[in-house]
Protein backbone atom coordinates (compact mmCIF):
# COMPACT_ATOMS: atom_id res chain seq x y z
CA UNK A 1 0.00 0.00 0.00
CA UNK A 2 0.78 3.62 -0.17
CA UNK A 3 1.86 5.29 2.45
CA UNK A 4 0.33 8.86 2.56
CA UNK A 5 0.39 11.46 5.10
CA UNK A 6 -2.80 12.77 6.38
CA UNK A 7 -3.49 16.26 8.19
CA UNK A 8 -5.59 17.79 10.59
CA UNK A 9 -6.94 20.81 12.68
CA UNK A 10 -7.68 19.51 15.89
CA UNK A 11 -9.74 20.39 19.29
CA UNK A 12 -6.14 19.62 21.59
CA UNK A 13 -6.02 22.38 24.08
CA UNK A 14 -3.78 20.26 26.80
CA UNK A 15 -0.47 18.31 26.46
CA UNK A 16 -2.26 15.33 28.24
CA UNK A 17 -4.97 15.55 25.04
CA UNK A 18 -1.56 14.34 22.73
CA UNK A 19 -1.59 11.41 25.42
CA UNK A 20 -4.55 10.38 24.59
CA UNK A 21 -4.13 10.70 20.87
CA UNK A 22 -1.18 8.67 21.17
CA UNK A 23 -2.61 5.65 22.84
CA UNK A 24 -6.08 5.97 20.31
CA UNK A 25 -3.70 5.99 16.87
CA UNK A 26 -1.66 3.00 18.96
CA UNK A 27 -4.89 0.73 17.78
CA UNK A 28 -3.22 1.46 13.93
CA UNK A 29 -0.59 -0.56 13.11
CA UNK A 30 -0.65 1.26 9.60
CA UNK A 31 0.30 4.30 11.47
CA UNK A 32 4.12 4.61 10.62
CA UNK A 33 4.28 7.95 12.48
CA UNK A 34 2.61 10.95 13.58
CA UNK A 35 2.90 14.48 15.81
CA UNK A 36 1.04 17.25 16.81
CA UNK A 37 2.05 20.68 16.50
CA UNK A 38 1.67 22.38 19.76
CA UNK A 39 2.77 25.84 18.73
CA UNK A 40 0.40 26.08 15.85
CA UNK A 41 -3.06 27.68 16.69
CA UNK A 42 -4.67 24.80 14.97
CA UNK A 43 -2.99 22.24 16.92
CA UNK A 44 -2.19 20.22 13.92
CA UNK A 45 -2.10 16.54 14.14
CA UNK A 46 0.27 14.93 11.17
CA UNK A 47 0.08 11.14 10.47
CA UNK A 48 1.94 9.15 8.20
CA UNK A 49 0.19 5.79 7.66
CA UNK A 50 -1.02 3.26 4.66
CA UNK A 51 -4.32 1.66 4.78
CA UNK A 52 -5.84 3.93 6.65
CA UNK A 53 -8.63 6.92 6.31
CA UNK A 54 -9.04 10.45 7.24
CA UNK A 55 -12.82 9.26 8.20
CA UNK A 56 -11.80 6.88 10.30
CA UNK A 57 -9.07 8.91 12.32
CA UNK A 58 -11.62 11.36 12.94
CA UNK A 59 -14.03 9.25 13.78
CA UNK A 60 -12.00 7.66 16.10
CA UNK A 61 -10.95 11.10 18.01
CA UNK A 62 -14.71 12.09 17.90
CA UNK A 63 -15.52 9.22 20.06
CA UNK A 64 -12.92 10.15 22.12
CA UNK A 65 -14.12 13.89 21.99
CA UNK A 66 -11.35 15.30 20.50
CA UNK A 67 -12.45 16.60 16.89
CA UNK A 68 -10.26 16.81 13.90
CA UNK A 69 -11.01 17.78 10.60
CA UNK A 70 -9.02 16.76 7.88
CA UNK A 71 -6.96 19.96 5.86
CA UNK A 72 -6.05 19.80 1.90
Same mark, same amino acid.
Given at each position: MENKILIFRTSITKRSDVKRI *?? !?LAQYPQINKWNVDFEDWEKILRIE?? *???? !??ISETLRNNHIFATELE
Open positions: *GK !LCS *GVTA !LE
